[in-house]
Structures are given as C-alpha cells and as structure tokens.
C-alpha cells in the first residue's frame, strides 16, 4: 500500500482491470451441482407448504364414537355404509384395510351390518 491517496481516474481505471475469471472453481460440475441443491431445497420448501395446507382439520366438537353411530343410523342405507367406511378408516385403519378388499366385489361389497358390528367393537 501506498501512503499517498489515489485520484479518481486512476482509482477508476484501476478497477476496470478486474476480471472475474471465465468459469468458477469446479466448472460445470459445480455449477451443475449447486443448481440441484437448489432445485431440491425450493421442492422441499414446497412439498412441505402444500402438506400443511392441505391438512385436514380436526373438528373441535367432541363428538364420542357412540354419538357419530347414532346419527349415522338415520343415514340413508348408501350414505351409512360410505359414512361408516370414513369412520372406520379414521379409527382402526387396520380394520378398514382388511374389509376394503371386499368393497369393489360382483357381489356388493361389504354388508352395512358387518360395517356397523365392526364400527361398534371400537365402542
């Protein structure tokens, strides 16, 4: 360094000679390698915003399971049995797996009395 000030021409020529080199360290690979952990970060950020928002939320009526087979025993027989596979599914999920292989059958699929006996051994 020098003790005395440079002036503003050659303060500013001085400056016109930096030059960034041509390719960064790395080359392409890096280039490469930082544009997919970019990409991944910004999936990541939005998988996990589209996760939150379309959670489902909890009602805050404390509806017990007895109180949800009594109002669905004034449900239409269709209606009942779709309401009693939700229910089903939302509180013995292992249940529901070994009864819904049986839903898409020639034959009618689950009886609304089996689902309702199975609903009511959760009670």
């Known amino acids: 360094m020098t003790d005395r000030a440079l002036s503003e021409a050659a303060m500013l020529t001085s400056l016109r000679d930096i030059r960034l080199p041509a390719e960064a360290a790395g080359g392409m690979a890096a280039d490469l390698a930082a544009t997919v952990a970019l990409a991944g970060c910004a999936a990541l950020m939005i998988a996990a915003a589209l ?18 087979l009594a109002r669905l025993s004034a449900l239409p027989e269709a209606e009942k049995r779709v309401a009693l596979l939700h229910v089903l599914r939302a509180h013995a999920p292992d249940r529901y797996h070994a009864v819904r292989g049986a839903l898409y059958k020639p034959t009618g699929g689950v009886a609304t009395a089996t689902l ?3 609903v009511k051994r959760l009670v």
């Open 116 to 118: 309702e006996a199975e």
């Open 51 to 68: 996760r939150l928002l379309s959670l489902r939320k909890r009602s805050d009526t404390s509806d017990t399971l007895a109180d949800q």
